[in-house]
């Protein structure tokens, strides 16, 4: 089992949609969360972070983390095509592994 | 531009050949990590230094890569005798560290291996 596992997609919506990107993550000491976007050919870059329980929004971002069931979320509200990116899940334990853990990423095409 | 900086963005070798990457980080940040990249998958952790000293390696790491920070700034990323699996965007990142583990990525050295 991967230690942090997304759908690779692509998953596409239409401009002006909601977009659900999702995460599961196995080391249940995980206690800080990240996600990332990719355009193509770019280095990742930080778009949210979540730490406890529940929803953190951000614009038109959301993040949303549920640490019982080793499940975090992002929600894109009406996605725009400059939408369209790799996202990235990232989990951070405070045991063991310092650095960051990546899932593989979830491939977003948000359609005109 | 006070980002991460990474050179060269790109580097092509022969197989055997040795290269070397280095990363400037954030002027500020305490934590710079080494990641790799491939087509179609996350980031995968290669090693990470808090100040000069290198605290974590993966197990990926084989003996063929070292990596030194030796002032606590910049880091170099040595890769001996390439291999065509080396193939990859090496990417460098830094953060403050202590309670923020917020990771900032340079533009990445992408590596081809003839």
């Known amino acids: 089992q991967k230690e942090v596992e997304q759908n690779s997609g692509p ?7 909601i977009a659900s990107l999702n995460c599961t993550y196995s080391d249940r000491v995980s206690q800080s969360f990240f996600w990332y976007r990719q355009y193509s050919g770019k280095s990742p870059e930080l778009i949210m972070s979540i730490y406890s329980n ?9 993040a949303q983390l549920n640490k019982a069931s080793q499940y975090v979320s992002l929600l894109i509200r009406d996605s725009q095509p400059s939408d369209s990116a790799t996202y990235l899940c990232a989990v951070k334990s405070d045991t063991g592994r ?10 977003l095409q948000v359609q005109p | 531009d006070t980002g991460v900086s990474q050179n060269p963005r790109h580097k092509i070798t022969k197989r055997g050949q040795n290269v070397t990457f280095r990363c400037d980080p954030i002027s500020e940040h305490n934590r710079l990590y080494w990641y790799r990249q491939t087509l179609g998958q996350g980031p995968e952790f290669l090693t990470y230094f808090q100040n000069e000293a290198q605290l974590e390696k993966s197990r990926l790491l084989s003996d063929r890569f070292s990596a030194e920070r030796p002032k606590g700034s910049f880091s170099t990323l040595e890769i001996q005798r390439t291999e065509q699996g080396d193939s990859a965007m090496y990417l460098c990142a830094s953060s403050p560290g202590q309670t923020n583990e917020k990771l900032f990525f340079g533009s990445g050295t992408q590596l081809s291996v003839l």
């Open chain 1, 98 to 107: 310092r650095a960051l853990t990546f899932g593989s990423g979830t491939r």
């Open chain 1, 54 to 62: 529940g929803d953190k929004e951000d614009g038109r971002f959301t």
């Open chain 1, 11 to 17: 998953l596409s919506v239409p401009e002006g949609a």
